[in-house]
Every structure is written in C-alpha cells, then in structure tokens.
C-alpha cells in the first residue's frame, strides 16, 4: 500500500512539473511579452514613446506619427508601449524597461476620464490577464505599490515560483473562449475586437452623468489627482531627459457629449491639468480630436482609422512645441 502511495505521488508530481513547464513554455509569446521584447528591440533613441492602457495600445499608430513627421523633414523612432487592461504599476515597469535600455526623448501618456487618479491592486488575485507581468517585470513595484496584507504577498511570491500559477490566466482564457463560442450556438454571433467582445466595453463607461460627476467631486474634495504610481513615472522620465506629455486619449463622440460636457468634468479636467503642470509635464486634451464613429471600434478605443487621425494629430502637435526644431544626427 505504502509502495502505490510513493509510486502515486511520484507521479503526481511529474505530471504538474510537466504542466508547469508547458504552460511556462505556451507563455513564452504572451503579450506583455511581446511588448517587452518589442521595446527592447528599438534603437538606442526612442523619439516618441507611448505609454497606457487598451487606449493607447489601440490609439497610437507608430507608422501615422513617424510618416508625420518625415513629412516635416524629421526622422524619428515611434514605439507604442500601450497594454490593455493594465494599472499604473504595469505602466511603471514598462516606462522604466524602456529608460534603461534607451534614449526616450518623448514620453507619451494616454489616459481617459479619472484614470490619472485610478487605484493599484489590492490582492494577488488582480494580477491575471497582461497584470500577470508583474510576476516577472520588476514585482518589487507591485509589493511597494499594492498595498497587500500578509497573506496576498505570500501568495505573491509563491505564484511568482510557478508557472501554472502565474500564467493561469493564458489557461482560463482558452476555456473561456471555448464557453463563449458554445454559448453563441444557434445564437447571432456577437460583435468583437482586437480586445474582445465590443459590449463588454460600455460596461466600463458610469452608468449614468450623475455618477460620473460625483466621482468627478469626490476625487476633487480628496485632493488625489495624479496616483503616487503616475508621480514616480513622470520623476523618472523626467530624470532621464524626457520631455512628457499627458493626453487625454479621444473619446467616442457619444461619450464626450454625455460625460465631457458636465460642469463637474470641466473643473476636475482643469484641477488635473495643474497636478500634470506641477509634475512636470505638458496636459493635451486631446478627447474631441477624432469627432466621427465609425472611427472607434467601441464607445472608448479607436478603430485603425482613428488611431491613424490621432497619431498625426499628436505628431504635429509635438513638432509645434519646437521639440524637433533642428534634425538630429542618428
């Protein structure tokens, strides 16, 4: 008996090694990964950088702003650094991997509504999906910024050990996609894009004005309208050389005349211009920028076209600050 319980672990044992290995392997191409590898490869100058979540990832087009600028007789490096579904701490680790291995002479941040004072996790069980990067990109930031209890940092450090852990969301995702393929049999197909089903979207816009101007006056009366996360990546940009710039990413036209137009947003926009100011950086309301729908793939990320208008827009808008004045030797 003694013999099967030995020969039961042992086997046991073997088969989580080896799905440990494989799902650590099948993550190797995981999209932080991707991105990581993509900043890495740049050139030793990063001209202009940008930093956010699915808003930049789906706004910013690299291609648009560097043809702008050649336009100008200026040639330049573009990298979007954008990452969908990420906090700030993601954000930080990204800005700092590209500080250290480049030149980043500008520094894009894009955000929307009261992203800027946006809180940081607050149990391991947060980091899934992209935030699983935080497992291997500089997870001291995470213990520093997450505010977790005894229990969330133990649990912290032990997922960081194993793959089936730390990666489990590459597994669930697979499974969720095959539930969500079944549940669309004899059903009309729903719409999606690059981030997933499009509907899944509007959910993540306030419910209603009035709740979006409340939030508006409660992060006005707290006084927190720029994170300590935001703080320590613009100080570090800053300290490197990088002139930055905070835009607000555009914003589907039903969401700018729903939520842009209150009384409320107009002073919480102006009280978060001076924190940006104070920081250090330059504020760019850039949300009216691309006026028509059919530029969106949703009610809050850019479709192709859009990101295109956008890019150029932010281009020129980074060339009538003077900060490429005169071509510079590569």
Not at 110 to 124: A, E, S
Not at 169 to 174: E, G, H, P, R
Not at 226 to 236: D, G, K, W
Not at 317 to 329: D, I, K, Q, S, V
Request: glycine share 8%; charged share 25%.
């Amino acid at each position: 008996m003694k013999r099967e319980v030995i020969i039961a672990i042992c086997c046991t044992a073997v088969m989580v090694a080896a799905a440990n290995f494989a799902v650590g392997r099948a993550a190797s191409n995981s999209v932080p990964r991707q991105l990581m590898r993509k900043i890495n490869a740049a050139g030793p100058v990063i001209d202009v950088l940008g930093i956010g979540n699915s808003l930049m990832a789906a706004g910013f087009d690299p291609t648009a702003a560097q043809d702008t600028f050649q336009k100008a007789g200026r040639s330049v490096i573009a990298v979007n650094g954008g990452l969908g579904a990420t906090t700030e701490i993601e954000q930080l680790a990204l800005t700092r991997l590209a500080l250290r291995k480049h030149t980043v002479l500008d520094l894009v941040y894009g955000f929307c509504d009261l992203q800027l004072t946006t809180g940081v996790p607050l149990k391991n069980s947060e980091l899934i999906g992209n935030r699983a990067m935080l497992y291997y990109l500089e997870p001291q930031l995470t213990l520093r910024y997450g505010r977790f209890d005894l229990l969330n940092r133990l649990e912290f450090q032990t997922y960081r050990c194993c793959a089936l852990l730390r990666e489990r969301s590459n597994i669930w995702a697979k499974v969720e996609k095959m539930r969500r393929a079944m549940e669309e049999v004899g059903m009309p197909r729903q719409e999606t894009n690059q981030f997933g089903r499009r509907a899944d979207f509007n959910l993540l816009e306030s419910a209603d004005s009035n709740e979006f101007a409340r939030h508006c006056r409660e992060k006005m009366t707290s006084g927190d309208l720029l994170s300590p996360v935001l703080q320590e990546l613009f100080q570090e940009a800053e300290a490197s050389g990088s002139r930055i710039t905070v835009v607000e990413m555009p914003m589907h036209p039903l969401h700018v005349s729903r939520f842009y137009g209150l009384a409320a947003w107009k002073e919480f926009r102006s009280q978060s211009r001076l924190a940006v100011e104070r920081a250090g950086a330059v504020y760019i309301d850039g949300s009216g920028w691309v006026p028509d729908e059919g530029d969106f793939q949703d009610h809050l990320h850019l479709a192709r076209s859009g990101a295109a208008r956008f890019s150029r827009l932010l281009a020129e808008e980074l060339l009538r600050r003077g900060a490429y004045g005169a071509p510079r030797a590569r």
